[in-house]
């Protein structure tokens, strides 16, 4: 049996997809699991069952034997906790991903942290340069990269929004781009929807045909919004930019647009990149951090270099599609299941 202990949707964001999709192909695929949901959704004929962290050990009594518990979460104290268990818990298999912050994790607890990642029998790493880190550092085999991107089921390829719909209908390229919160980073728009802004103002009046859709999934910082949306009733813009605060799942979107965009000024590993490339969708994203191959990189923070891109890419739109086609899979889910298969044999020879 594998648990996955995590979030799962709703909300939506990069790691209750992940989880949500992992478990739709495991249950398609007849392979038993459970969600041991660190939200609030319930489902007891899909085995998807809320559980805060605390309850964790007392749960450990009740689960069978040489359960497979695929630990999802965020929070370093979260970690360390889960670290303590695993470490009781010998009659289980024990895996840990990261999403997106391995090397902090290490920097800013150093030998406590080592040795709490010791406790797991696999652990997973979802940045690349992550794993070839943990490598340099002295761990095992054990470590491993795979890609968090899983495709999604058919039921989400239809775009739910009907206004959004309207808008993707009425122009030739669409421009996308998403975030799971409005908020700031060291001062600046995190996710860049001012960029994105500044972007069409600048290129609407030689590209008519534009249109940008931006997602946001939550709201974190009021002040930022009033300060971006008071913008759109601009002449330049009017009619060329929808911004959308929604839960549904935003590869739809990604599926029918030009490009997409990717302006922020720090980042993980986020799956809607992913997403774009397995549609593809040609990526345009900041070069803040390390990006999946494909992507084409502008200077952070840069307008003139982002619409100098934005235009190359979309004058050989046909050929730079092709490119991404011609890409390796985006998919991660093979390896994570073979993971469990290898996983499962090593324990039952043992």
């Known amino acids: 049996m594998i648990y996955q202990v995590g979030p799962y949707p709703p909300p939506l964001g990069g790691i209750s997809v992940h989880l949500s999709r992992l478990k739709d192909h495991m249950d398609h695929r007849g392979i038993p699991n459970a969600c041991l949901n660190t939200f609030r959704t319930f489902s007891l004929k899909r085995r998807i069952f809320p559980t805060r962290m605390m309850w964790l050990e007392p749960l450990m009594g009740i689960l069978g034997s040489g359960s497979i518990m695929h630990y999802q979460v965020g929070g370093y104290e979260n970690r360390l906790s889960i670290a303590s268990i695993a470490a009781k818990q010998k009659d289980k298999t024990h895996i840990l991903t990261f999403h997106g912050d391995t090397l902090r994790f290490l920097r800013e607890y150093k030998e406590l942290a080592e040795e709490a990642l010791r406790s797991f029998d696999a652990l997973i790493c979802v940045k690349p340069g992550d794993a070839e880190a943990l490598h340099a550092m002295g761990f ?10 899983i495709p999604p089921a058919d039921s989400e390829l239809a775009i739910a929004s009907a206004d959004t719909r309207q808008f993707v209908s009425q122009h030739k390229h669409i421009l ?7 908020c700031s980073y060291k001062g600046e728009d995190l996710y860049g929807l001012d960029l994105c802004l500044d972007l069409m103002q600048r290129l609407v009046e030689q590209r008519r045909d534009l249109g940008l859709v931006f997602y946001y999934s939550s709201v974190s910082d009021k002040e930022i919004l009033a300060s971006q949306l008071h913008r759109l009733k601009t002449p330049e813009l009017a009619g060329h930019c929808h911004i959308v605060f929604s839960r549904d799942p935003l590869y739809p979107v990604i599926r029918e647009s030009s490009l997409f965009l990717r302006p922020t000024n720090t980042d993980g590993e986020p799956l809607s990149i992913r997403e774009a490339l397995h549609f593809g969708v040609p990526v345009l994203a900041s070069d803040v951090v390390r990006r999946p191959e494909g992507c084409v990189l502008f200077r952070n923070r840069d307008t003139e270099d982002l619409c100098l891109k934005t235009l190359e890419l979309l004058d050989s739109l046909e050929a730079n599609k092709a490119r991404v086609r011609a890409l390796p899979s985006q998919s991660g889910l093979e390896e994570l299941l073979e993971l469990y298969a290898d996983l499962a044999d090593r324990d039952s020879n043992q």
């Open 176 to 182: 996308c781009a998403n975030a799971s919160a409005i």
């Open 140 to 149: 095992d085999d054990r470590v491993r990269y795979i890609t968090p991107f």
